[in-house]
Each structure stands twice: as C-alpha cells, then as structure tokens.
C-alpha cells in the first residue's frame, strides 16, 4: 500500500507561470517531508524540506506548504523556468529528520518556453 | 569527486548470476541507504547503514540481497541469483550522521537477460 502519493503522473506548464506539484500521505507518523528533483540518468537531487511543526518552508522560487489535518504538501514553483523540467518526488520519513525516506512515484515537469 | 560515487554506471548480466553495486559515499558521511527505482515506480527503501549500527535492513526484498560497509565508508550490495524483477536503477545514498537531506549518486542500472 502506498504511503505516499503523486497522484499526477505529469504536469505541463508554460514558461514563467506557477507550477503546483502536489503529494499526500497517508501514515499520520511522518513528521519530515522532502522534495527531490530528477534529471534522466542522474540522481535524485534535493531541493526542499519542511517539517511537521511548520506549514510551509520558501526558498528561492521554491515553496513548500504542508497541510497536516489533510496529510497533504504541495511545491509552488514560480516562475517556473525551462531548466525546471524534471521529474520531481515528494518524500516523507517517520523518524524526525533521521531514517530512510518513503518516495512516491514522481511527477514529471514539464516547462515549455 | 565530492559527492556520491556509484560503480559501475551500467551492468547487464545473465539470470542466476551474482553481481556486486559498489557505493563510495560523501567523505565525512556516517549514514549510507539503499533505494531501488523499478521502471515507473518510486524509489523503494532497501537497507540502512548508521555509524557502526547494526544495518536496517528491513527494505531487502528476499535473502538473495545483502550488503556490506567496510571501515565505515564503502558499501557493496551484492544480489545473488539474479532474477529478472531484479532489473532496476540501484541508487546510493549518504547522509551526515544520518540528518537530512540524503544526498544521491547517479546510480546502477541494472538489466538482467
């Protein structure tokens, strides 16, 4: 059973506006929540976190807002650039900021010019 | 190189050999994962490595995966008898002291005919 859900396989957005990426969870002990982007052939790489004790974290273009009663987050981009394009996975741990993350499938990005 | 090196980039090998993914993690980091990342699908938690802990090692699909962390840095997983399902990207991760956020190699692909 998944424990966390992209429930968007893709999302197409045109270059400038706002992408919104959205993941939610459903085991109520997750307490820290990661995005991770993706380029193909390359690794996972980290954008943003946010914990529990917080409903949204901003860095950059990047923001990350988290609704605990509704076990949902979401990842505003804006504006979203070409480069943006990626496959991007939300991921959770139960463990505070320690232990081995729980992914979900991904959602692939796409910024048109 | 200063982040997470994963060797080899690419392995094809015959059903019911063994192969050996070896994973040199970030200088200084204590804590080393393995994920999985089956065509389509999320990356999947395989085992955990943590100072001089025991492992948790409970993401392991089946007895024919282990793996090791000798002197604290390099890890080998090593899947026996590989069966077709085994194919996948295998993706090594290390952590400072076990902290987020997990940093990433480029990882494994592994292909078994």
């Known amino acids: 059973d998944q424990q966390v859900k992209q429930n968007s396989p893709s999302l197409s957005v045109q270059e400038g506006r706002i992408s919104i990426l959205n993941c939610d969870y459903t085991n109520s002990m997750f307490d820290y929540f990661l995005w991770y982007k993706k380029y193909p052939a390359e690794g996972p790489t980290f954008l943003i976190s946010i914990s529990s004790i917080k409903d949204k974290n901003e860095d950059g273009r990047f923001t990350v807002f988290l609704n605990k009663s509704a076990k949902h987050l979401s990842l505003h981009i804006v504006p979203s650039q070409p480069g943006d394009s990626a496959v991007y996975f939300c991921?959770?741990?139960?463990?505070?900021?320690?232990?081995?993350?729980?992914f979900g499938k991904g959602t692939k990005l796409s910024v048109k010019p | 190189g200063a982040g997470v090196s994963q060797s080899p980039s690419n392995k094809v090998t015959e059903k019911g050999k063994d192969v050996e993914l070896r994973c040199d993690p970030i200088?200084?980091?204590?804590?080393l994962y393995w994920y999985r990342q089956s065509l389509g699908q999320g990356l999947e938690f395989l085992i955990y490595f943590q100072g001089n802990s025991a492992p948790d090692k409970s993401g392991l699909p089946s007895d024919r995966f282990s793996a090791e962390r000798t002197g604290g840095s390099v890890s080998t997983l090593t899947i026996q008898r590989t069966q077709q399902e085994d194919s996948a990207v295998y993706l090594c991760?290390?952590?400072?002291?076990?902290?987020?956020?997990?940093?990433f190699g480029d990882g494994t692909r592994l292909s078994i005919l």
């Open positions: 991921a959770a741990t139960a463990r505070g900021s320690q232990g081995n993350l729980i």
């Open positions: 200088s200084g980091h204590t804590a």
């Open positions: 991760a290390s952590s400072y002291r076990g902290e987020q956020p997990q940093h």
